[in-house]
């Protein structure tokens, strides 16, 4: 059975070229343009996999899915995001992400991702992964 997949992404356009890639891996059960209807929407549809932009209008990517996360959904959230620094990733994971890749990678990178954690693993964008890591260490380190 293919994964059941959500598109969050504020920016119509953006949204349905993601749709177009990732029908290669998956069916795209819907496509939201804020962090409040994602919250809605992923109550309602189960999905697998959540693909969501970090910045939404009003509730963003990340508290959307500290929201559903803390409501028990199942869904793997992969963020794809313009925002390359080492914190906000490392903040993303921390709350629970399975994914961090930036927008402007190419778009086969985004199935590798979504193929990644369909395997139960964690994808984080190789372009800032030396950096993320150091920032979980330190973090880590102080508390």
């Given amino acids: 059975m293919r ?3 959500i598109i969050a992404d504020d920016h119509a356009m953006v ?40 910045t939404m209008p009003g509730l963003s990517g990340i508290d959307a ?16 995001t313009i925002h390359t620094e080492a914190r906000l990733a490392a903040e993303a994971i921390r709350s629970g992400a399975s994914g961090y890749v930036l927008k402007h990678a190419a778009g086969e990178e985004l199935l590798d991702a979504i193929r990644s954690v369909l395997a139960g693993r964690t994808y984080l964008t190789p372009l800032v992964t030396r950096a993320v890591i150091e920032n979980l260490m330190q973090t880590q380190n102080r508390g």
Avoid: C, Y
């Fill in 15 to 54: 949204a349905e070229g993601l749709e177009r890639i990732m029908t290669e891996v998956g069916d795209v059960v819907a496509r939201v343009g804020d962090g409040a209807q994602l919250v809605d929407v992923a109550q309602r549809l189960a999905p697998d996999i959540i693909v969501s932009d970090v």
């Fill in 65 to 80: 899915m500290r929201q559903l996360k803390a409501q028990g959904s199942k869904a793997k959230f992969i963020f794809l």
């Fill in 3 to 5: 994964p059941r997949l």
